[in-house]
Each structure stands twice: as structure tokens, then as C-alpha cells.
């Protein structure tokens, strides 16, 4: 079959791609500016790239065309698409019918952390040698694709609550069909498509309904709303995770984020020693080891191959450091864009780093958020109040507003001079660079490409130094 991807350089449609090609199908692709890293991926996979909508790829005649949510009304190829009557359909729809049939989908959803508990399930079914395929919204460290089909019966898959696509409103995930399902938490997100937590409430139940009665549902005993779309109705196992007390059943972490006990009730089942900080990484794990033991794999032996799990790309991921002064400067790159989100991280590296000055005399390390409220949600300005609450924990915060409809300078005047907003990127990178003191860490927060803020700083604390 032949299929012409329309928004092939996300990172859904483009691992969406990658399974095609690998299942032995021709694919091509457009997109609007076609850019990397996601459009060398593809190109050394041996797939075409069309910079662009133009109705001149109808020529093109695919058996299929498979259309991302990125594509709306009025684009000049779906309109001469539609006039044609060609065959189309959404990425979601293709992946359920032509990958994910007949398998044993494990999917996680949640407003956050997907991504890495999806890398993490995958990585403890590889370690438990069941060779799983996978579709996550990232790059795993651990295989070094965003996608593969895998050999066994089991596919992780990043469940999106975004819809499918201009003719599909409803989110991807209710496709999928999953017989375990992570419900990892659930905030109030993409306001351009959702009005409030309740109708986001109701996808989720709708993928509730779709999880068989011989199914797993894994789910954060800590969020109220989760409980809500339970209440609705489940006809599924149910696994809980989290829970601050005993609570029979249920997983639960006792120690520091790095290193602790899973607890089944209060009998101690597994222990995870591993790289990675943060309360929220511990609750990931707890919900990757209550998955991958519903196909099999015992909890201490998820737990030690979380022992060797390395995170995915942009999760607090350092891109480089300066020496400077009588120390350096470090800096990150991570993907958090909500306002929980960024404060997780920040709360994530101040702990990093405050175990790593254990026991050492001198100042303690500064922290310095630099991010771009860049999401569609926060574009609109719906959380812009939560911005000085998310940023709590960093000693100085730089916003880059470059774009908004709203006021970032009144937003974040609680936090008084704390705060620095820039229109652009370059004065952004001028003022961090002259705030920076030896020992800072820069931790730069966008789910875009932050017009390469990183290299920037990079160079400019290179050349201050000098």
C-alpha cells in the first residue's frame, strides 16, 4: 500500500510513518517546512518529503492518505482531496487498524508524563526479553527510535487525548483498544479544543469503555478527576498507584525518588535504585510496574530494569556547560510547557541538585527557568495565573513572550524581580547570560524548538567567559 502522510513531521505522524515503512509499505509525506530532527529521521528511512499543501499531490495518487490534526479546513489539499473524493482517513484510525489489530495494546494516558512512562513499560518488556513494539512521543535514550513494530505480542503506545483530525473530534486514544490502560493524572489542558477538565473527564471514560473486562486499568490514586471518570463506570481490573497510605491492592513508593521500596499494601514487593529524580518520575514508575505486570513480568524484575532506564531526549536533558568562573554552568533542555508540569521539573532538578551538594559548605546552586508559554493552552492565556506558582522553586525566571495575545509582565508580577520577560530571543539569551553565576543551572522549558535558545546560550556564556 502506498500512503501519503499529511503533517508527517510531528512526532506522532512521524513515528506513524516509521511503523509503515518498517511493515513494508511505500510512504511520502508533506508537511509546512519540512524540519528536522524528525524530517532527517524519515529521509534516512528512504521516505519522500513534500515541503508544503499543495493541491498538486493529488498527482501523487497514494492508495491512502492519512491526514494529522495539524491539517484543517481550508489547507489546499484537503480542500482538492475532499473535491476529488479520494480515500483518507487519521493517523489514529490507520495505527488501530494496521498495526495495532490483534495485539496486546498497553496504552498510557494522562496531561502528563506519557512520554516517559511509555519509554519506561517499554524498556522493562525489552529487559523482560517480550521485545515489544511501541509508538511514544519521543525518543527513548534506551532505542534511540520514537517507534518500532517489535516482535512479540505486546505494543506500548502514547495515549493523546488531542482529537485525530479535522473530521475525527474525538481523541486519539479512544482508537487504540487497549487491554492495559495507564490513567497516569489528569489537569485541565488544551483549551483550543476542550472548555473545561469536564469534557476531558469524558474522553477518558470513553476510553475506559474500550478496555475489555479481562483488562488492566492502572490508575494515580492522588487525582480526584480520575476518580470522577471511574465513578462513570468500569467494568476492568482496577490497579492503583500512589496512594500516601496503605490501601489494599495498590502500589506505593516508600524513600526518595531515586531510590525506593514499591509497596504492594505494606509488604515491601520490589526495590529502584536508578538515575532519575523527582516525585514524578517515582509515580511513572510505580504505574510502568503495575502495566508490565498485568502481561507477565514480575514487579522486581521491572524494577531492576528500571535500574538501566535512561529517560527520553528533552527530559531535563543536559545539552552542554560552561566553565565559568570558579564553577560552570550547566544547561537543560526540557519539554515541560504546563504549569505542573514545569514546576515537577524544577522541583525534579532542585532535588538533583541538592543531593549531588549534600554535605558540601558553599552557596547553594541557583536555578534559572528559561521557557515560552508555547502550547496552544497556554498561549491562550488560560493558566497564565499558575505561572508564578509553577516557577516557585526556581531562584530567577526568564519568559519569553514573544507572540502572546496576553501580558506576561502582569502575570508574573507576584514574583517582582524575580521575573524577566524578553519579546525575543536574543534579548532573552542577553539577560540570562548576564544574570548567570558560577554554579547556576540554566533549565530552558518549551515544547517547541525555543529558536535554538540552548546553542545560543551556550555560546554566549562561551564567549562572556572569555
Not at 566553565?323 to 532535588?351: Q, S, W
Not at 547556576?440 to 572569555?466: E, P, Q, T, W, Y
Request: hydrophobic residues 45%.
Amino acid at each position: 500500500m502506498h500512503i501519503h502522510i499529511l503533517g508527517i513531521c510531528g512526532t506522532f505522524m512521524g513515528g506513524l510513518a516509521a511503523l509503515a515503512r518498517e511493515a513494508g509499505h511505500r510512504v511520502t509525506g508533506c508537511d509546512a517546512n519540512v524540519y528536522p530532527p524528525m524530517s532527517d529521521q524519515l529521509r534516512a528511512l528512504g521516505i519522500e518529503l513534500i515541503d508544503g499543501y499543495g493541491a498538486d499531490q493529488l498527482a501523487i495518487r497514494p492508495d491512502l492518505f492519512v491526514v494529522g490534526n495539524v491539517v484543517t479546513r481550508g489547507n489546499p489539499l484537503v480542500e482538492a482531496m475532499l473535491d476529488a473524493g479520494v480515500r483518507y482517513t487519521s493517523g489514529p484510525q490507520w495505527l488501530a487498524e494496521h498495526v495495532l489489530q490483534g495485539r496486546h495494546v498497553l496504552a498510557v494516558a494522562g496531561t502528563h508524563g506519557k512520554t516517559s512512562t511509555s519509554a519506561m513499560l517499554a524498556w522493562v518488556l525489552e529487559c523482560a526479553g517480550m521485545t515489544p513494539g511501541f509508538l511514544v512521543g519521543g525518543v527513548p535514550l534506551n532505542f534511540g527510535v520514537s517507534a518500532r513494530l517489535g516482535e512479540g505480542r505486546c505494543f506500548v503506545i502514547e495515549a493523546d487525548e488531542y482529537d485525530c483530525a479535522f473530521f475525527d473530534k474525538r481523541s486519539k486514544f479512544v482508537h487504540y483498544r487497549p487491554l492495559t490502560a495507564v490513567l497516569n493524572n489528569l489537569e485541565f489542558d488544551h483549551a483550543d479544543i476542550f472548555d473545561d477538565l469536564a469534557a476531558i473527564e469524558r474522553q477518558f471514560h470513553h476510553l475506559v469503555r474500550t478496555v475489555a473486562s479481562k483488562g488492566r486499568l492502572v490508575v494515580n490514586a492522588r487525582e480526584e478527576a480520575l476518580q470522577r471518570v471511574l465513578a462513570m463506570g468500569c467494568w476492568s481490573e482496577v490497579v492503583r498507584f500512589g496512594a500516601r497510605k496503605e490501601s489494599p491492592g495498590g502500589l506505593r513508593a516508600r524513600g526518595e525518588p531515586h531510590a525506593f521500596d514499591v509497596l504492594r499494601g505494606s509488604l515491601k514487593i520490589a526495590r529502584v535504585e536508578w538515575s532519575l529524580m523527582g516525585e514524578h518520575n517515582q509515580l511513572n514508575a510505580l504505574a510502568a510496574i503495575a502495566a508490565a505486570e498485568h502481561v507477565g513480568v514480575a514487579p522486581e524484575a521491572a524494577a531492576k530494569a528500571l535500574a538501566s532506564f535512561e529517560n527520553v531526549r528533552r527530559r531535563l536533558e543536559l545539552r552542554g556547560s560552561v566553565e565559568f568562573g570558579a564553577g560552570e554552568v550547566k544547561v537543560y533542555d526540557d519539554f515541560a510547557h504546563h504549569p505542573t508540569a514545569m514546576r515537577t521539573t524544577i522541583n525534579g532538578l532542585r532535588r538533583k541538585i541538592d543531593a549531588q551538594q549534600a554535605g558540601e559548605h558553599g552557596p547553594r546552586q541557583r536555578i534559572l527557568a528559561v521557557f515560552e508559554p508555547r502550547s496552544n493552552t497556554m498561549k491562550l492565556g488560560a493558566m497564565k495565573a499558575q505561572l508564578p506558582w509553577s516557577l516557585e522553586e526556581a531562584d530567577l525566571a526568564f519568559c519569553h513572550s514573544g507572540g502572546l495575545s496576553w501580558d506576561a509582565v502582569q502575570a508574573l508580577a507576584p514574583m517582582g524581580e524575580q521575573a524577566v520577560v524578553c519579546d525575543s530571543i536574543d534579548k532573552l539569551v542577553s539577560r540570562v547570560v548576564a544574570a548567570a553565576q558560577p554554579g547556576d543551572h540554566i533549565l530552558c522549558m518549551s515544547n517547541g524548538g525555543f529558536g535554538g535558545v540552548h546553542a545560543k546560550l551556550l555560546d554566549a556564556l562561551a564567549a562572556r567567559r572569555a
